[in-house]
C-alpha cells in the first residue's frame, strides 16, 4: 500500500488515491527520496490529489529528503493554483533567503 499510494499522487491518479485512503494507506508514507504523497502531487502539479490528500489530514509541512517542503515543491515547478490552495494549510513558510534563491533560478532559466 505504501508504495502504491506515492505512485498513484506521483501520476495525479485521483480515483485510486482515494480508494488506498479509503482502505487505510498511510497519508504520510514517504518513497526513497524522502518525498510524501502530498509532495508529490504538489511538484507535479495535481490539485484534486493534493485536495484530498489535504482532507485525508496529510502534513501540508512535510519536506523531502533535501528539505524541499511541498509548498516549495509546487512553487519550483510552477504549479500556481498548487500554491494558492495549499498557502491556506501551511504553518511553516520558506524564508526570505530561500525565496531569493529560487527566484534567482528562475530568473536564471529564463535568461538562458
Not at 485510486?16 to 487505510?24: A, D, P, Q, S
Not at 511538484?43 to 528539505?67: C, N, Y
Not at 500554491?83 to 536564471?108: A, H
Request: glycine share 4%; net charge positive; hydrophobic share 40%.
Amino acid at each position: 500500500k505504501p508504495v502504491a499510494l506515492t505512485i498513484a499522487a506521483n501520476k495525479g491518479h485521483h480515483k485510486f488515491v482515494e480508494l488506498l485512503l479509503r482502505h487505510g494507506a498511510a497519508v504520510d508514507v514517504r518513497n526513497k527520496k524522502g518525498a510524501t504523497p502530498l509532495w508529490l502531487a504538489c511538484h507535479h502539479g495535481h490539485l484534486e490529489v493534493v485536495q484530498l490528500l489535504i482532507t485525508h489530514a496529510a502534513d501540508p509541512d512535510s519536506q523531502d529528503s533535501r528539505k524541499v517542503s511541498c509548498l516549495m515543491a509546487a512553487f519550483r515547478e510552477g504549479n500556481l493554483k498548487v500554491v494558492k490552495y495549499l498557502v491556506r494549510y501551511v504553518r511553516q513558510f520558506p524564508s526570505d533567503s530561500d525565496c531569493r534563491r529560487w527566484f534567482s533560478t528562475i530568473t536564471d532559466k529564463v535568461e538562458s
